[in-house]
């Protein structure tokens, strides 16, 4: 019972049960926190909107992004993935998501921002559709997370240009 | 593999496509549910012809009323371009049945002993051979 390969396998196994028991008290110490981020998001411009070749609409806009992020962050953070998805409805589906810029976000002093960016994306004329900011919070250990923040009331021209 | 309804419910991380959230070497824990996919999620998926399975996350998703039909566009955080061109030949999106898994928690460098064992076989049966050797020369 007390040759070196049982004291190392004990240890060993000591050790690792110690650490999962940490990394998942680190994971469970996030419930404690409770966020309160902002976001607002403007569009400043359709800078085209077209129809292409095989049947889907392009379109190109430019937007205003401010938010405060930082409430989001904990300890237990290891970095925050941003994105903007637009979602509207089309006669074919009934929700259609899609990611118009994302960014990663790796510390507390950069969580609050404004950003001006131009995208594109496939959409249909006079749509209406809502701007959604998702975060998704990256631990440095344990159980991830996912949240966001719908703006609506967005619409595309009527028209192409 | 009951409680998490996925077929595996632990996937090593092999490549760094989504840096600098997942490294290679981290531990994904996943979790299969019938609730239909959003983007943002992180997905575990296969494609025909490839053994080992990416884990990436979807940007774009086009969905059909309740049927549960969609299609579903992925793209690693770390890559310029989607996952286009790793889908099989002449499918330009990915359908939900695909997926094996959402990733819900993770755990960093735990999975490097997977790789290097994967990786460098030698590791593997030296290892063997040492715990062989133990088990004969045990007096219990």
Same mark, same amino acid.
Request: proline content about 5%.
């Given at each position: 019972?007390?040759?070196?390969?049982?004291?190392?396998?004990?240890?060993?196994?000591?050790? @690792? *049960?110690?650490?999962?028991?940490?990394? *998942?008290?680190?994971?469970?110490? /996030?419930? %404690?926190?409770?966020?309160?981020?902002?976001?607002?998001?403007?569009?400043?411009? %359709?800078?085209?909107?077209?129809?292409?070749?095989?049947?889907?609409?392009?379109?190109?806009?430019?937007?205003?992004?401010?938010?405060?992020?930082?409430?989001?962050?904990?300890?237990?953070?290891?970095?925050?993935?941003?994105?903007?998805?637009?979602?509207?409805?089309?006669?074919?589906?009934?929700?259609?998501?899609?990611? @118009?810029? /994302?960014?990663?976000?790796?510390?507390?002093?950069?969580?609050?921002?404004? %950003?001006?960016?131009?995208?594109?994306?496939?959409?249909?004329?006079?749509?209406? %559709?809502?701007? *959604?900011?998702?975060?998704?919070?990256?631990?440095?250990?344990?159980?991830?997370?996912?949240?966001?923040?719908?703006?609506?009331?967005?619409? @595309?021209?009527?028209?192409?240009? | 593999?009951?409680?998490?309804?996925?077929?595996?419910?632990?996937?090593?991380?092999?490549?760094?496509?989504?840096?600098?959230?997942?490294?290679?070497?981290?531990? &994904?824990?996943?979790?299969?549910?019938?609730?239909?996919?959003?983007?943002?999620?992180?997905?575990?998926?296969?494609?025909?012809?490839?053994?080992?399975?990416?884990?990436?996350?979807?940007?774009?998703?086009?969905?059909?009323?309740?049927?549960?039909?969609?299609?579903?566009?992925?793209?690693?955080?770390?890559?310029?371009?989607?996952?286009?061109?790793?889908?099989?030949?002449?499918?330009?999106?990915?359908?939900?049945?695909?997926?094996?898994?959402?990733?819900?928690?993770?755990?960093?460098?735990?999975?490097?002993?997977?790789?290097?064992?994967?990786?460098?076989?030698?590791?593997?049966?030296?290892?063997?051979?040492?715990?062989?050797? &133990?088990?004969?020369?045990?007096?219990?």
């Amino acid at each position: 019972m007390h040759s070196f390969g049982y004291r190392a396998n004990a240890l060993l196994t000591y050790a @690792l *049960t110690i650490l999962a028991l940490m990394c *998942t008290i680190a994971s469970f110490s /996030d419930n %404690f926190n409770f966020p309160s981020p902002s976001v607002e998001i403007q569009v400043l411009n %359709f800078n085209w909107f077209q129809k292409q070749p095989h049947g889907n609409d392009e379109v190109s806009l430019t937007m205003n992004i401010t938010a405060d992020l930082q409430s989001l962050f904990t300890w237990n953070t290891k970095q925050l993935f941003i994105f903007v998805a637009a979602e509207y409805e089309t006669p074919q589906n009934s929700l259609n998501q899609v990611s @118009l810029w /994302d960014a990663i976000i790796p510390a507390k002093e950069h969580a609050k921002f404004w %950003f001006q960016t131009a995208n594109k994306g496939s959409n249909l004329r006079g749509k209406e %559709f809502n701007l *959604t900011l998702h975060w998704h919070v990256m631990p440095k250990t344990g159980k991830m997370l996912a949240d966001k923040l719908v703006m609506s009331g967005f619409r @595309l021209p009527e028209e192409y240009r | 593999m009951c409680l998490t309804g996925s077929e595996s419910p632990v996937v090593v991380v092999l490549s760094g496509s989504m840096e600098p959230g997942f490294k290679r070497g981290d531990i &994904l824990f996943l979790h299969m549910s019938r609730a239909p996919f959003r983007t943002g999620e992180i997905v575990v998926y296969n494609v025909e012809g490839r053994p080992i399975p990416i884990v990436h996350r979807v940007i774009e998703v086009h969905e059909e009323g309740n049927k549960g039909n969609a299609d579903i566009l992925t793209k690693g955080d770390a890559n310029l371009l989607d996952d286009r061109s790793f889908y099989a030949n002449g499918q330009h999106w990915l359908k939900p049945q695909q997926i094996i898994g959402r990733a819900v928690a993770f755990v960093p460098y735990v999975g490097w002993a997977t790789i290097i064992m994967t990786e460098k076989p030698i590791i593997k049966y030296m290892l063997m051979g040492v715990l062989g050797l &133990l088990v004969i020369t045990s007096k219990g």
